[in-house]
């Protein structure tokens, strides 16, 4: 089931990365709350800027599905449709670290 | 997309005419905006307003050179912290060319579209942000005045009034009674009132174990209320009493003279008292004819627009965001999402929906956090949440996950305080 998701993930993430402006899309400006920008900044949450969309993409849906365990981020991700956590997950994939 | 260090590195050129030149150009092509209050709501919107369009020309206008952030100071009250650790500056933010108005804003004409500042000058806008917070309603609880918060302090903005009541605190003898009055919603920080009984009683174990606190409240439920009571039964046992409104618990009266807080049924005589009052939208927000009959701003969720004002956008804890808290996340998430709206907006574009987010870290004690979650969408007008979605840290959770979640609090103060001054 993740892998097929994953797999259809893969498909729409291949597409041209530049076509997506610096717009950040619903949601993703929340996240820069808890995510640093850079690895600075003292805390155990990690950056997002610059991953990987897949790994963040995987990481949002096992959160949004309850596979993995989160602290807040379980009950973030269920806020959001797959197709919302593929978006952010690009955009930050996007961004520089 | 540029990264945060290039626009530090193209800020410092920036930085020499940065500090509030009054901009006297004639017609140029830059649009204008101001943005009133530097709290965590106005300098991120500030900030990343620049970010997103570095041609606007941007002037935070706000009366403190150094903010003391809320989030955390009930800590300094706890002994645990430093009130320098709540302090912050402007000078990132002027490094990112953002112009800074160390002024306060006296009134807003909205014809001329233009904010006076009280040295006599005025500002242009094509768009007016106003992140104001919170001021106090000194006429809604009899006896609580402005001298009266000297004696009865609110520390319910942080700074002096943080330090008087730790002040209080510390001169307090072992046995001794603390009442926390805490208001009905509306009001900053809903959990606030809850965190700082913990993190007080946490104190008074460790020095004062015979004192006790009584939490008096305007309210029957409070945010993350199974939580605290938890924490509160297995860490402070017999130290901290919550009495509720339909037990008498709301304050009707004060007199710091004789040190009385009175409700209806009883008359305490406590040794410290925090009253935090009643709050309403910031003074600008009524200057600016962007609040309501409530005192605080109704707003489209879209762009947070003032829906009785054109050209002005209200964020923070000022606006009616629906389901939204008045928390610092709150504030820092829909600045981000006004910015994007704005930029659009003076670029001509429509702008598309978005959701928002918050979270919101509570400590128990400094090893023991707890969390509450929310994310919200726009529904015919008003913030509510999505369904499904958000809630608080699990009861009967291990201390390991309480670590982890104070610890997490520890680092979302460094992150987004990073995010809007550092």
């Known amino acids: 089931m993740i892998g097929r998701r994953a797999a259809l993930a893969a498909v729409i993430l291949l597409s041209p990365l530049a076509a997506r402006a610096a717009e950040a899309p619903s949601g993703a400006a929340a996240c820069s709350g808890c995510h640093a920008a850079g690895t600075s900044v003292d805390t155990p949450v990690p950056p997002l800027a610059g991953r990987h969309p897949l790994e963040l993409y995987g990481a949002l849906q096992a959160f949004k599905t309850g596979q993995r365990q989160g602290t807040i981020m379980d009950r973030i991700a269920k806020g959001f449709t797959d197709d919302e956590l593929k978006s952010i997950a690009e955009w930050y994939g996007a961004q520089k670290e | 997309m540029r990264n945060r260090r290039d626009f530090l590195k193209t800020g410092v050129g ?104 009280s040295d006599g000058s005025t500002l242009a806008y094509d768009r007016l942000v106003v992140a104001p917070g919170v001021d106090f309603r000194w006429d809604a609880l009899p006896g609580y005045t402005e001298a009266a918060a000297e004696r009865m302090p609110h520390a319910w903005k942080a700074g002096a009034q943080t330090l008087l009541l730790r002040q209080h605190l510390e001169a307090m003898e072992d046995g001794g009674l603390v009442v926390i009055a805490a208001p009905a919603n509306p009001y900053r920080c809903p959990p606030g009132p809850y965190e700082r009984a913990s993190l007080i009683a946490h104190y008074l174990k460790a020095k004062k174990p015979k004192s006790k606190i009584v939490i008096l409240d305007t309210k029957d439920a409070f945010s993350k209320q199974k939580l605290f009571e938890e924490g509160w039964k297995a860490l402070y046992p017999g130290l901290v009493e919550w009495v509720p409104l339909s037990q008498g618990g709301k304050v009707t009266s004060v007199e710091p003279a004789s040190m009385t807080v009175a409700t209806d049924f009883d008359k305490h005589k406590p040794a410290v008292a925090n009253i935090i009052p009643p709050q309403k939208a ?98 015919n007008g008003q913030l509510v949440d999505v369904e499904g979605a958000g809630g608080t840290s699990p009861v009967n959770a291990p201390a390991t996950t309480r670590a982890l979640e104070a610890s997490l609090a520890n680092g979302w103060f460094k992150t987004i305080t990073g995010e809007v001054f550092g």
């Open chain 2, 282 to 379: 910031g003074k600008i927000a009524e200057l600016a004819g962007v609040a309501d009959r409530t005192g605080w701003c109704p707003i489209d969720p879209l762009t947070f627009a003032s829906t009785l004002q054109p050209n002005i956008h209200v964020i923070g804890d000022a606006a009616i965001a629906g389901a939204m808290p008045k928390s610092a996340f709150a504030a820092n998430s829909q600045a981000k999402v006004c910015a994007a709206a704005v930029a659009k907006l003076l670029a001509g574009g429509t702008v598309a929906e978005n959701k928002l987010v918050n979270t919101c870290y509570s400590l128990v004690a400094p090893d023991y956090g707890i969390t509450v979650a929310g994310v919200y969408h726009p529904v």
């Open chain 2, 14 to 117: 920036v930085a020499a005419t940065g500090l509030f030149p009054h901009v006297a150009i004639g017609q140029t092509a830059s649009p204008k905006v101001v943005v009133i209050g530097g709290g965590f709501a106005g300098a991120t919107c500030a900030r990343m307003l620049k970010r997103l369009d570095p041609r606007i020309a941007i002037t935070l206008v706000e009366q403190n050179p150094v903010f003391t952030a809320c989030p955390f100071s009930n800590e300094v009250l706890a002994g645990l912290r430093d009130i320098k650790d709540q302090e912050f500056d402007y000078k990132k933010i002027v490094g990112d060319g953002v112009n800074l108005a160390v002024m306060a804003a006296t009134g807003i004409d909205h014809q001329a579209r233009t904010v006076s500042l």
